[in-house]
T-cell receptor
C-alpha cells in the first residue's frame, strides 16, 4: 500500500519569498501524485498532478512540483508567495493496485508574513 | 472544472439521531465517489469508496453500520451517520472521479461540518 509523508507541519514565509513544501511517498512503483490546497473550512482544490512524463509539473496559481524518483519526493514550489497563498497544503498519492484512491499526507500549514 | 456539491454544508444534531449528507456531481457522471473525514487541524482520512450500483468498500477501522453509504445514481452518493454521538463530530468531505480511474481527476466537495451535541 502507498503512503505519503509531509515532514513540515507548518511553514512561515515572507510575502514575495520563495516557497518549497516537502512531500515524500512510499510505493513500489511510480504512483500518481497530487498537491491540493485547502482554505479554512473549505473543500480541496487541485493545484497540480503528476501521472507520467515530464517530471516538472506546472500547476495553477504559479505553483510547480518536481517528481524525483530517486528521492521518492514530489516537492511543491512557488518562486514568489502571495498573502493569499496562506492555507493548508496536502500532498496525496494514488496507485493502480488500490483503485487510485487518494491517500493524503498530514498537511503543511503555510503562513505568510506581510 | 467539474463541480461537486455537498449538502448540507453544516449540521447540528442531538446525540442518538441520524444525519444524512449528500454528495452530487453536478456536471459529470461519477461511477466512483470517495468519502473522507477530517478532524480539526488534521489530514483527510479515507473512510470508504462508493461505487454506483454496488456496496461501498470501507477502509479498515471504519464501521460500516455506523456510516452508511449509498450510491444510487451516477451523480449522487449519500453518507448517513447513524445514531450519531459527539465523537462523530467532524468535517466530512466527498470527492468524485470524472473519467476512468487511471486518468480521471478527483473533484472535491466543499465539505459538511457535523456537530453532535
Amino acid at each position: 500500500a502507498q503512503s505519503v509523508t509531509q515532514p513540515d507541519i507548518h511553514i512561515t514565509v515572507s510575502e514575495g519569498a520563495s516557497l518549497e513544501l516537502r512531500c515524500n511517498y512510499s510505493y513500489g512503483a511510480t504512483p500518481y501524485l497530487f498537491w491540493y490546497v485547502q482554505s479554512p473550512g473549505q473543500g480541496l482544490q487541485l493545484l497540480l498532478k503528476y501521472f507520467s512524463g515530464d517530471t516538472l509539473v506546472q500547476g495553477i496559481k504559479g505553483f510547480e512540483a518536481e517528481f524525483k524518483r530517486s528521492q521518492s519526493s514530489f516537492n511543491l514550489r512557488k518562486p514568489s508567495v502571495h498573502w493569499s497563498d496562506a492555507a493548508e497544503y496536502f500532498c496525496a498519492v494514488g496507485a493502480p493496485d488500490s483503485s487510485y484512491k487518494l491517500i493524503f499526507g498530514s498537511g503543511t500549514r503555510l503562513l505568510v508574513r506581510p | 472544472g467539474a463541480v461537486v456539491s455537498q449538502h448540507p454544508s453544516w449540521v447540528i444534531c442531538k446525540s442518538g439521531t441520524s444525519v444524512k449528507i449528500e454528495c452530487r456531481s453536478l456536471d459529470f457522471q461519477a461511477t466512483t465517489m470517495f468519502w473522507y473525514r477530517q478532524f480539526p487541524k488534521k489530514s483527510l482520512m479515507l473512510m470508504a469508496t462508493s461505487n454506483e450500483g454496488s456496496k461501498a468498500t470501507y477502509e479498515q477501522g471504519v464501521e460500516k453500520d455506523k456510516f452508511l453509504i449509498n450510491h444510487a445514481s451516477l451523480t449522487l452518493s449519500t453518507l448517513t451517520v447513524t445514531s450519531a454521538h459527539p465523537e462523530d463530530s467532524s468535517f466530512y468531505i466527498c470527492s468524485a472521479r470524472e473519467g476512468t480511474p487511471n486518468t480521471g481527476e478527483l473533484f472535491f466537495g466543499e465539505g459538511s461540518r457535523l456537530t453532535v451535541l
